[in-house]
């Protein structure tokens, strides 16, 4: 019915034609939680705005939770959607976030090397608008945490 060479012809269609290529050097993070505290904006060159803002993840771990803090950062030109965007996120906003996630090793005083990651918003969606702050969540507390790197 088949003869062998068709039989070895379909072989080569079902091997993968991109396993030689190299992989690509990226890591990526999708978040979903709540701001503590409001976006911090800062104008670059060229219309530009740099706005850093923290994301909490919260899990829940046998009966308590534990919160995880994310700093955020987007490069935005003025007069864009995104732009128009990052100005209605507020504190209280639970959000999508889709991350590039940059790592660098820095080595202290103390001869102690340290990793420290950096997350560039990809894409943002906010699923709800901004409510009262979660119990526990001090916008003071959160305010000190983001201002400390």
Known sequence: MFSARA???VKPALSRAFSSTPRANVAKLTLVGRLPVDPVAERLRNDTLMVKYVVGDRVKEGSDFKTTWYKVTNF?????????QMQRLKKGAYVYVE????????????????VHYNFEQRTMSIISSPKQA????????????FNQE
Do not use: L
């Open 7 to 9: 039989v070895t012809s």
């Open 76 to 84: 935005v030109t003025e007069g864009t959607y995104g732009a128009a």
């Open 99 to 114: 991350c590039n996630v940059k790592a660098k090793s820095i080595t202290g005083s103390d001869d102690k090397t340290r």
């Open 134 to 145: 979660e119990e526990g969540m001090e916008q003071s507390e959160h305010q000190e945490r």
